[in-house]
Protein backbone atom coordinates (compact mmCIF):
# COMPACT_ATOMS: atom_id res chain seq x y z
CA UNK A 1 0.00 0.00 0.00
CA UNK A 2 1.34 3.51 -0.56
CA UNK A 3 1.93 5.41 2.31
CA UNK A 4 0.60 8.79 3.58
CA UNK A 5 1.41 11.38 1.10
CA UNK A 6 1.40 15.07 1.84
CA UNK A 7 1.64 18.19 0.04
CA UNK A 8 3.40 20.32 -1.00
CA UNK A 9 6.42 19.72 0.91
CA UNK A 10 7.57 23.02 1.13
CA UNK A 11 5.97 26.38 1.66
CA UNK A 12 7.21 29.61 2.12
CA UNK A 13 4.74 32.30 3.04
CA UNK A 14 4.43 35.81 4.31
CA UNK A 15 2.40 37.10 7.32
CA UNK A 16 -1.26 37.27 7.20
CA UNK A 17 -1.78 34.99 4.33
CA UNK A 18 -3.25 32.18 4.40
CA UNK A 19 -2.03 28.50 3.54
CA UNK A 20 -3.85 25.14 2.40
CA UNK A 21 -1.87 22.09 2.86
CA UNK A 22 -3.44 18.66 1.87
CA UNK A 23 -2.67 14.98 3.10
CA UNK A 24 -4.09 11.66 1.78
CA UNK A 25 -4.11 8.81 4.05
CA UNK A 26 -3.17 5.33 3.71
CA UNK A 27 -5.86 3.48 1.37
CA UNK A 28 -8.34 1.65 4.07
CA UNK A 29 -7.50 4.64 6.55
CA UNK A 30 -10.72 6.93 7.56
CA UNK A 31 -8.89 8.34 10.63
CA UNK A 32 -6.12 11.61 9.75
CA UNK A 33 -4.48 13.50 12.59
CA UNK A 34 -2.93 16.80 12.15
CA UNK A 35 0.46 17.84 14.43
CA UNK A 36 2.82 20.44 14.17
CA UNK A 37 5.93 20.31 14.99
CA UNK A 38 8.49 23.26 16.36
CA UNK A 39 11.90 22.99 17.58
CA UNK A 40 10.25 24.86 20.68
CA UNK A 41 6.80 23.12 21.28
CA UNK A 42 7.81 19.81 19.90
CA UNK A 43 5.01 17.56 18.52
CA UNK A 44 1.51 19.44 19.54
CA UNK A 45 -1.97 17.81 18.19
CA UNK A 46 -3.74 19.82 15.75
CA UNK A 47 -7.14 17.89 15.10
CA UNK A 48 -8.29 14.47 13.97
CA UNK A 49 -11.16 14.22 11.30
CA UNK A 50 -13.26 10.72 10.89
CA UNK A 51 -16.03 10.26 8.33
CA UNK A 52 -15.49 14.43 7.30
CA UNK A 53 -16.43 15.14 11.21
CA UNK A 54 -14.02 16.62 13.65
CA UNK A 55 -13.53 14.25 16.43
CA UNK A 56 -10.56 15.64 18.61
CA UNK A 57 -9.06 19.22 18.40
CA UNK A 58 -6.31 20.52 19.89
CA UNK A 59 -5.73 23.68 21.37
CA UNK A 60 -5.11 26.08 19.07
CA UNK A 61 -6.50 29.50 17.67
CA UNK A 62 -9.21 29.11 15.16
CA UNK A 63 -6.94 30.29 12.65
CA UNK A 64 -6.58 26.62 12.03
CA UNK A 65 -9.13 24.43 10.46
CA UNK A 66 -9.48 21.38 8.77
CA UNK A 67 -11.66 19.64 6.90
CA UNK A 68 -11.83 15.92 5.13
CA UNK A 69 -13.45 14.70 2.29
CA UNK A 70 -15.35 11.71 1.81
CA UNK A 71 -12.24 9.99 -0.02
CA UNK A 72 -10.80 10.66 3.68
CA UNK A 73 -8.38 12.70 2.25
CA UNK A 74 -7.82 16.17 4.38
CA UNK A 75 -6.87 19.30 4.43
CA UNK A 76 -5.77 21.81 7.07
CA UNK A 77 -5.91 25.83 6.03
CA UNK A 78 -4.20 28.53 8.26
CA UNK A 79 -5.54 32.05 7.60
CA UNK A 80 -3.86 35.26 8.54
CA UNK A 81 -0.23 33.58 8.87
CA UNK A 82 2.12 34.25 11.98
CA UNK A 83 5.76 34.19 11.97
CA UNK A 84 5.27 31.65 15.14
CA UNK A 85 3.22 29.50 12.65
CA UNK A 86 6.63 28.37 10.74
CA UNK A 87 6.58 24.52 11.48
CA UNK A 88 6.54 21.49 10.21
CA UNK A 89 3.26 20.05 10.07
CA UNK A 90 2.53 16.17 10.05
CA UNK A 91 -0.36 14.41 9.29
CA UNK A 92 -1.20 10.38 10.27
CA UNK A 93 -3.56 7.79 9.58
CA UNK A 94 -4.96 5.03 11.30
CA UNK A 95 -8.12 3.05 10.64
CA UNK A 96 -10.41 4.53 13.10
CA UNK A 97 -8.49 6.59 15.01
CA UNK A 98 -9.16 4.07 17.96
CA UNK A 99 -6.24 4.73 20.68
CA UNK A 100 -4.98 1.17 20.29
CA UNK A 101 -4.03 1.87 16.69
CA UNK A 102 -0.75 2.67 15.56
CA UNK A 103 -0.80 6.16 13.57
CA UNK A 104 1.19 6.22 10.18
CA UNK A 105 2.94 9.30 9.67
CA UNK A 106 3.54 11.51 5.78
CA UNK A 107 6.61 13.13 5.12
CA UNK A 108 5.41 16.56 6.28
CA UNK A 109 4.66 19.99 4.77
CA UNK A 110 7.66 22.03 5.96
CA UNK A 111 6.05 26.24 6.35
CA UNK A 112 8.12 29.12 6.42
CA UNK A 113 6.25 32.33 7.24
CA UNK A 114 8.73 35.57 6.38
CA UNK B 1 -5.01 13.17 30.93
CA UNK B 2 -1.87 11.39 29.79
CA UNK B 3 1.37 12.75 29.53
CA UNK B 4 4.96 11.09 28.71
CA UNK B 5 8.08 12.73 29.90
CA UNK B 6 11.27 11.69 28.03
CA UNK B 7 14.76 11.87 29.74
CA UNK B 8 17.81 13.46 28.32
CA UNK B 9 17.22 15.55 24.83
CA UNK B 10 20.73 13.91 23.76
CA UNK B 11 22.36 10.91 24.12
CA UNK B 12 25.58 10.08 23.00
CA UNK B 13 26.35 6.82 22.48
CA UNK B 14 29.29 5.06 20.47
CA UNK B 15 28.65 2.43 17.89
CA UNK B 16 28.51 -0.88 19.25
CA UNK B 17 27.27 0.37 22.62
CA UNK B 18 23.87 -0.51 24.81
CA UNK B 19 21.44 2.20 23.57
CA UNK B 20 19.02 3.41 26.58
CA UNK B 21 16.14 6.07 26.06
CA UNK B 22 14.16 6.51 28.53
CA UNK B 23 9.96 6.89 28.78
CA UNK B 24 7.83 7.93 31.62
CA UNK B 25 3.99 8.21 31.40
CA UNK B 26 1.34 9.36 33.21
CA UNK B 27 -1.99 8.04 32.50
CA UNK B 28 -5.21 7.54 34.43
CA UNK B 29 -6.10 4.19 32.33
CA UNK B 30 -4.27 1.86 31.05
CA UNK B 31 -2.28 3.47 28.47
CA UNK B 32 -0.99 3.15 25.11
CA UNK B 33 2.63 3.61 24.38
CA UNK B 34 4.71 4.17 21.02
CA UNK B 35 7.97 4.51 19.73
CA UNK B 36 8.70 6.66 17.09
CA UNK B 37 11.67 7.46 14.89
CA UNK B 38 12.24 10.97 12.79
CA UNK B 39 15.45 11.00 10.48
CA UNK B 40 16.01 14.45 9.01
CA UNK B 41 13.43 16.01 6.87
CA UNK B 42 11.18 12.99 7.14
CA UNK B 43 7.87 12.36 9.07
CA UNK B 44 7.72 9.76 12.10
CA UNK B 45 8.06 6.18 11.72
CA UNK B 46 7.31 3.34 13.89
CA UNK B 47 9.42 1.26 16.01
CA UNK B 48 7.20 -0.55 18.30
CA UNK B 49 4.27 -0.11 20.54
CA UNK B 50 2.76 -1.80 23.34
CA UNK B 51 -0.68 -2.78 24.01
CA UNK B 52 -1.06 -4.74 26.77
CA UNK B 53 -0.33 -8.00 24.98
CA UNK B 54 3.31 -8.58 26.77
CA UNK B 55 5.68 -6.26 28.41
CA UNK B 56 8.36 -6.99 26.57
CA UNK B 57 7.54 -5.57 23.02
CA UNK B 58 10.18 -6.22 20.22
CA UNK B 59 10.10 -3.70 17.26
CA UNK B 60 12.23 -2.96 14.19
CA UNK B 61 15.62 -2.57 13.26
CA UNK B 62 16.91 -4.58 16.90
CA UNK B 63 15.05 -2.19 19.13
CA UNK B 64 12.91 -3.28 22.12
CA UNK B 65 11.12 -1.54 25.20
CA UNK B 66 9.94 -2.93 28.29
CA UNK B 67 6.72 -1.57 29.66
CA UNK B 68 6.45 -1.48 33.69
CA UNK B 69 3.99 -0.49 35.30
CA UNK B 70 5.33 -0.47 38.69
CA UNK B 71 7.59 2.74 37.35
CA UNK B 72 5.17 3.71 34.79
CA UNK B 73 8.02 3.23 32.30
CA UNK B 74 8.72 2.38 28.65
CA UNK B 75 12.33 2.32 28.65
CA UNK B 76 13.24 1.94 24.70
CA UNK B 77 16.62 -0.10 23.80
CA UNK B 78 19.16 -1.48 21.46
CA UNK B 79 22.15 -3.52 22.53
CA UNK B 80 24.58 -2.26 20.04
CA UNK B 81 24.35 1.41 18.31
CA UNK B 82 24.66 1.39 14.72
CA UNK B 83 25.60 4.84 12.79
CA UNK B 84 22.27 4.55 10.79
CA UNK B 85 20.45 4.82 14.38
CA UNK B 86 20.93 8.27 14.67
CA UNK B 87 17.85 10.38 14.47
CA UNK B 88 15.63 11.86 16.52
CA UNK B 89 13.31 9.48 19.01
CA UNK B 90 9.91 9.94 20.28
CA UNK B 91 7.65 8.09 23.26
CA UNK B 92 4.08 8.59 22.53
CA UNK B 93 0.94 7.69 24.67
CA UNK B 94 -2.71 8.00 23.33
CA UNK B 95 -5.56 7.39 26.29
CA UNK B 96 -9.14 7.81 27.17
CA UNK B 97 -10.13 11.11 25.76
CA UNK B 98 -8.16 10.50 22.91
CA UNK B 99 -9.66 10.04 18.97
CA UNK B 100 -6.80 9.86 16.93
CA UNK B 101 -4.23 12.10 19.36
CA UNK B 102 -1.36 11.23 20.97
CA UNK B 103 0.51 12.83 23.55
CA UNK B 104 3.98 12.77 22.50
CA UNK B 105 7.38 13.37 24.78
CA UNK B 106 9.78 16.24 24.02
CA UNK B 107 12.32 13.62 21.67
CA UNK B 108 15.74 12.52 21.85
CA UNK B 109 18.12 13.15 19.82
CA UNK B 110 20.69 10.20 19.67
CA UNK B 111 24.37 10.83 18.14
CA UNK B 112 26.48 7.99 17.16
CA UNK B 113 29.93 8.25 17.27
CA UNK B 114 32.28 5.97 15.67
Known amino acids: KAGVTQTPRYLIKTRGQQVTLSCSPI?????VSWYQQTPGQGLQFLFE???????NKGNFPGRFSGRQFSNSRSEMNVSTLELGDSALYLC?????????????FGPGTRLLVL | AQSVTQLGSHVSVSEGALVLLRCNYS??????LFWYVQYPNQGLQLLLK??????LVKGINGFEAEFKKSETSFHLTKPSAHMSDAAEYFC????????????FGAGTQVVVTP
Open chain 1, 92 to 104: ASSPRGAKEETQY
Open chain 1, 27 to 31: SGHRS
Open chain 1, 49 to 55: YFSETQR
Open chain 2, 27 to 32: SSVPPY
Open chain 2, 50 to 55: YTSAAT
Open chain 2, 92 to 103: AVSGSDSWGKFQ
